[in-house]
């Protein structure tokens, strides 16, 4: 790729791109969508990233503006760094665009309404099937699992000394014990203190561990925000498969709140008995518990969740059938549960889609 090619791109929001300029957008067009379907595990991870940032970058330019606009103050420059930070982000859009198609997953995904490039190519990103044998691996690495707390370093301190005793070297029993209690796998820690901390087991490193987040930030912004943001602004449409789960279950919980059936939650949380800090007395949710309800934040959140985590068994079945090319096992809750016993199939899967299959995926993977 030519650097004049490069060099030319960026314009003048105010000026018509000259046909040298346009032939340039066309040939980055084209070679960023090649280097696109190049894109593997970290590589897409740090686009994936690259691209909300740029994102956040450009929104706090469109507030200046706007603030600028208000005070009548000049903001030609400001402008023209929005619009080269479009020019940016529809560059990495077009990678990760090609990135998506790329792959019989991505197809899938893009199948969903709701769905188009950003979304999955996050959760194609980060998500390695390998590492996942069910779908609640992935719900702990998306921070879905209510199970599974951040530990404060205060916090984790006392647990790491109240478990070590006056022993001065950690050993393997210890860390079972600890992950135990955070409700976390040894053998993550133990990685955990391999890879960042050099695997020097000491008991400072291992208080880093237990504190150390056991989710992925970027993973849960996009299923806990972005996802769930975008699968419920689809009600109007009539194949939102999962928008209808949002609206079903959020009417169910409301139907459920008049009644009353929430009163003991209310009262455990008013109490702080569920290991949550009690709501101020001057917030709505307060008021609402102190009925014996739920609020309405926490009616929506739940509504949103059991959606979300649907959502994501199903993208564990597809990418686990991909992947294995046989049947993904059942989700544990059928299996266990009496009271659950309705399977919920993926929609538009199995279906022949075109593209790639994990295992080129992940052959390639860093």
């Not at 796998?185 to 695997?199: D, E, F, H, M, P």
Request: proline share 5%; aromatic share 10%.
């Amino acid at each position: 790729m030519a650097k004049s090619a490069i060099g030319s791109v960026f314009f003048d929001p105010d000026e018509q791109p000259s046909v040298e300029q346009y032939d340039a957008l066309s040939t980055l067009k084209r070679d960023i969508k090649n280097v696109g379907l190049q894109l593997r595990g970290r590589e897409a991870r740090y686009l994936v990233d690259t691209h909300y940032q740029q994102q956040d970058v450009r929104k706090r330019l469109g507030q200046r503006i706007l603030a600028a606009e208000k005070f009548g103050e000049p903001n030609a420059l400001l402008r023209h760094l929005y619009a080269n930070q479009l020019v940016i982000e529809h560059q990495s859009e077009l990678g990760l665009g090609a990135f998506v198609r790329n792959w019989k997953v991505g197809r899938w995904m893009q199948s969903i309404v709701g769905l188009n490039v950003l979304i999955p190519a996050a959760l194609l990103a980060y998500i390695d099937i390998r590492c996942a044998p069910t779908a609640g691996q992935i719900w702990r690495f998306a921070g879905l699992d209510p199970g599974v707390r951040w530990w404060s370093a205060a916090k984790a301190k006392s647990l790491v000394k109240d478990v070590m005793g006056k022993d001065k070297k950690v050993t393997d029993a210890h860390m079972a014990e600890l992950a135990k209690r955070v409700n976390r796998k040894a053998r993550n820690l133990q990685n955990l203190i391999k890879t960042v901390y050099a695997g020097k087991r000491t008991q400072e490193n291992v208080i880093k561990a237990v504190s150390s987040r056991p989710w992925s930030a970027t993973l849960k912004m996009v299923c806990c925000g972005k996802l769930a943001t975008s699968f419920v602004r689809q009600a109007h449409h009539k194949d939102a498969y999962y928008s209808h789960i949002y609206y079903a279950r959020k009417e169910e919980f409301e139907t459920r709140n008049e009644h009353g059936d929430y009163a003991e939650y209310a009262k455990r949380r008013l109490a702080g008995d569920d290991g949550k800090t009690p709501p101020d007395k001057s917030t709505e949710a307060f008021k609402a518990y102190k009925e014996g309800m739920l609020p309405k934040g926490e009616i929506d959140g739940r509504a949103r969740r059991i959606m979300v985590k649907i959502f994501t068994s199903h993208l564990h079945q597809v990418m686990y059938e991909d992947y294995h090319e046989r049947d993904a096992p059942k989700p544990w809750i059928l299996e266990k549960d009496p009271r659950h016993t309705q399977f919920i199939a993926p929609p538009n899967w199995p279906r022949d889609f075109p593209g790639k299959r994990l295992k080129e995926f992940y052959g390639a993977a860093t």
